[in-house]
Nanobody, 122 residues
Framework: VQLVESGGGLVQAGGSLRLSCAAS????????MGWFRQAPGKEREFVAA????????YYADSVKGRFTISRNNAKTTVYLQMNSLKPEDTAVYYC????????????????WGQGTQVTVSS
């Protein structure tokens, strides 16, 4: 399995970015996908996830109402639309593919991308 993120960059506070993650290697629609982030000196944290079976979405409280995760199974791509960005959103963002179709807290993510940097200036 290969996951390739794109779309990161530098943006001013209040701006928007859309991250993409192109997946290959196993049947995409069968697996939940997630986005995580890691800021300097901090642990990696969950951002959002989307189930493969029914497209149910889940968000960290810190991004709820500002970020939207979506997927296009035909293009085997998952997206993260990030609006109203804040300096505290600055991090390396990673996409990951879960071991199951449904997302639940604690689910194992088997595969990870290389990450894309998002920097939000104040």
């Amino acid at each position: 399995v290969q996951l390739v993120e794109s779309g990161g960059g530098l943006v001013q506070a209040g701006g928007s970015l859309r991250l993409s993650c192109a997946a290959s290697g196993r049947t995409f629609w069968r697996y939940a996908m997630g986005w995580f982030r890691q800021a300097p000196g901090k642990e990696r944290e969950f951002v959002a996830a989307i189930s493969g079976s029914d497209g149910s979405t889940y968000y960290a409280d810190s991004v709820k109402g500002r970020f939207t995760i979506s997927r296009n199974n035909a293009k085997t791509t998952v997206y993260l639309q990030m609006n109203s960005l804040k300096p505290e959103d600055t991090a390396v963002y990673y996409c990951a593919q879960a071991s199951t179709s449904y997302y639940y807290s604690g689910v194992r993510f088997d595969y990870w991308g290389q990450g894309t940097q998002v920097t939000v200036s104040s």
